[in-house]
């Protein structure tokens, strides 16, 4: 079983990491300097993955709505390629401000009163044990989404749904587009260079009926590079949420 590593946003947190396994036989490698790469990738060669994230929510100010971003940064280190249990890899760095490392030793940045700005994405790693010290400015840019205001403010299950992408997005591999209701969440992953993505009334039959729905679009991109013999990746999302979906039956 190889293991799929997803970034999306979940409602109104930062984001986070979804897990899958899977067979081989069901992947396809992701081509790193493609636009319309593979929606997924698998990290089954990584022995680090770090991740810079623009979160931007929107909240109704006046009458108009205003963005509200959140920029945070996450990493994780593999114990053997491609593992899911990570490693201690000593101080880990995103435009010089240090992440918290978790009990799991996936590392978070969370000091949001001293906010990242991911102008000028650069990695620091000390390194620990068979981890080296290492450093990386991200050469790619952010992906951006730049078709907010053509999301549906309503979603009827019996009918299901098509959001435009196709040039809204900017800079992306792939595309993650989730929409949640309650507690529950359907998403789907496409190249970035898809012109929209359908959910069917079979896809969103899992969702509850409710006014207080989300959707969110989540492109990414990816760069990789070999240090020391291991291969590491670095990837650049950004995510917008609309919130308050009206999700009817």
């Known amino acids: ?3 799929k590593f997803i970034p999306a946003i979940l409602t109104i947190s930062l984001a986070s990491f979804l897990f899958a396994g899977c067979d081989k036989e069901d992947e396809t490698p992701e081509n790193t300097n493609n636009n319309n790469a593979v929606n997924t990738f698998s990290y ?4 680090g993955v770090l991740v810079a994230v623009k ?4 909240t109704s100010v006046g009458g108009f709505e205003v963005p509200v971003e959140v920029n945070s940064g996450s990493a994780f280190f593999p114990t053997d390629a491609g593992a899911q249990t ?3 890899a000593g101080t880990v760095s995103l435009e010089g401000k240090n992440l918290k490392r978790q009990s799991n030793n996936i590392y978070m940045y969370d000091d949001y009163l001293n906010p990242l700005t991911l ?3 650069t990695w620091n790693v000390s390194g620990n044990g068979s981890i080296p010290a290492f450093s990386k400015t991200v050469s790619r840019p952010l992906p951006t989404f730049s078709g907010y205001s053509s999301l549906p403010v309503s979603i009827s299950k019996a009918t299901g749904v098509s959001i435009s992408l196709g040039s809204s997005v900017y800079a992306a591999d792939s595309v993650i587009v989730m929409i949640t209701s309650s507690n529950e969440a359907v998403l789907k992953s496409v190249a970035g260079g898809t012109g929209s993505v359908t959910f069917s009334s079979s896809d969103l039959s899992k969702l509850a009926a409710s006014n207080v729905g989300s959707i969110s679009i989540s492109p990414y991109n990816l760069s990789d590079e070999t240090i020391g013999g291991k291969k590491y990746y670095f990837v650049n999302e950004s995510s917008y949420v609309k919130m308050f979906i009206n999700i009817t039956e």
């Open 1 to 3: 079983m190889k293991s």
């Open 44 to 47: 089954d060669d990584a022995f």
């Open 55 to 58: 979160s931007v929510s929107y």
């Open 86 to 88: 990570f490693s201690d």
């Open 119 to 121: 102008s000028n994405i």
